[in-house]
């Protein structure tokens, strides 16, 4: 089973990225490959010029073709995911997560960014034709401490991570496979 993990933050590091380090680490422990992609991968002038044939994105893309999954993990600024992952998530094909499962991850300064994964990033992964998108998790700067060494999840947050990784977990075990999709 194969995951890729998506660092939408423009700084790094950041609260937002250390969820999937996080996330990575539990799913490497059960078995799953973990192959992380972050903003930092590309090119800015490939993303402020839609460069189409950028070869980190052609790169990504023939990833997406092999994964199973999507961890995507973004900080929450003005209401809103991060430009530059927006950027990015434009430049993919239109079903670039098909037959994927996705779990959205984000950050924010407070709670009342909680709904920017719901009306945000869910509607632009639900566009890329995700299988599956998964209820998100919002946690807050707050939760997240040693975020540039050796991430510590508050007690809640470290429970809701635990709970949607096991959701995420038995969504791809539940997913039809490519072949059977095709028939």
Same mark, same amino acid.
């Given at each position: 089973?194969?995951?890729?993990?998506?660092?939408?933050?423009?700084?790094?590091?950041?609260?937002?990225?250390?969820?999937?380090?996080?996330?990575?680490?539990?799913?490497?422990?059960?078995?799953?490959?973990?192959?992380?992609?972050?903003?930092?991968?590309?090119?800015?002038?490939?993303?402020?010029?839609?460069?189409?044939?950028?070869?980190?994105?052609?790169?990504?893309?023939?990833?997406?073709? @092999?994964?199973?999954?999507?961890?995507?993990?973004?900080?929450?600024?003005?209401?809103?995911?991060?430009?530059?992952?927006?950027?990015?998530?434009?430049?993919?094909?239109?079903?670039?997560?098909?037959?994927?499962?996705?779990?959205?991850?984000?950050?924010?300064?407070?709670?009342?960014?909680?709904?920017?994964?719901?009306?945000a990033l869910k509607p632009v992964l639900n566009a890329l034709k995700a299988q599956e998108v998964l209820h998100g998790v919002f946690a807050t700067d707050g939760q997240i401490t040693d975020y540039d060494r050796?991430? @510590?999840?508050?007690?809640?947050?470290?429970?809701?991570?635990?709970?949607?990784?096991?959701?995420?977990?038995?969504?791809?075990?539940?997913?039809?496979?490519?072949?059977? @999709?095709?028939?």
């Amino acid at each position: 089973m194969r995951v890729i993990t998506l660092a939408g933050s423009p700084r790094f590091p950041s609260r937002s990225t250390a969820l999937l380090s996080l996330c990575q680490q539990a799913l490497e422990a059960r078995g799953v490959e973990v192959i992380p992609w972050n903003i930092h991968n590309f090119q800015p002038e490939d993303l402020l010029y839609a460069r189409f044939d950028s070869p980190a994105l052609a790169a990504l893309k023939a990833d997406l073709l @092999q994964a199973d999954g999507v961890i995507v993990a973004t900080p929450i600024y003005k209401a809103s995911f991060s430009g530059a992952l927006k950027t990015l998530l434009d430049l993919l094909p239109e079903r670039a997560l098909e037959h994927k499962v996705v779990l959205p991850l984000a950050s924010g300064g407070s709670a009342s960014h909680l709904l920017a994964v719901d009306y945000a990033l869910k509607p632009v992964l639900n566009a890329l034709k995700a299988q599956e998108v998964l209820h998100g998790v919002f946690a807050t700067d707050g939760q997240i401490t040693d975020y540039d060494r050796q991430p @510590q999840l508050d007690a809640l947050l470290a429970e809701r991570i635990d709970d949607a990784l096991d959701t995420f977990w038995h969504a791809l075990h539940r997913r039809q496979p490519r072949y059977a @999709q095709a028939v």
